[in-house]
């Protein structure tokens, strides 16, 4: 009995700490940089249209998946879109789009998938690459802007 005890304080330990080791941080770079940088190269593949359908940055783009919300998603995560290998192998390894992860994937996306999966035939379908790692920090806070607020922050502020 002490076992099972102990396994399930372990366990409630190990859910605390793997809850704080994936909380997104706040991003670093300037969004309204970020909007100025998708407007000049993103907006040609992409758009950021919420879950009400209204257009909350880009055109009708539908060469590169929606972006809304996409800052804690799950890579590849996007419905209806159709990915490349490598990105679904990282959907079902439970990879997230941290910043992180973002920048590095924006400023070379074929080889940044190579790089994270270990394969060196692992392929993107995205073209494009952001030139500076400012650049793509930037256009990672632009979309975080438009993400809706989480649960939490809504909550506190019905409580207010």
Same mark, same amino acid.
């Given at each position: ?6 396994? #399930? ?47 909350? #940055? ?30 679904? #192998? ?46 793509? #920090? ?23």
């Amino acid at each position: 009995m002490k076992i099972i005890a102990l396994a #399930a304080a372990f366990g409630v330990m190990a859910t605390a700490a793997f809850a704080d080791s994936h909380e997104m941080a706040a991003p670093t770079g300037d969004a309204e940089a970020g909007q100025a940088i998708f407007d000049r190269n993103c907006v040609a593949c992409h758009v950021v249209v919420n879950d009400e359908g209204e257009t909350l #940055a880009g055109r009708n783009a539908r060469t590169g998946p929606n972006l809304y919300n996409v800052t804690g998603r799950g890579i590849g995560a996007a419905e209806d879109f159709n990915y490349s290998d490598a990105i679904v #192998a990282l959907n079902e390894q439970g990879e997230q789009w941290t910043e992180e992860n973002f920048v590095g994937y924006v400023q070379d996306p074929t080889g940044w998938l190579r790089e994270i999966t270990g394969d060196n035939r692992a392929r993107g379908r995205m073209a494009f690459q952001l030139r500076s790692e400012e650049d793509a #920090a930037n256009v990672y806070a632009f979309l975080a802007s438009l993400a809706p607020a989480a649960d939490t922050e809504e909550e506190a502020s019905a409580d207010n």
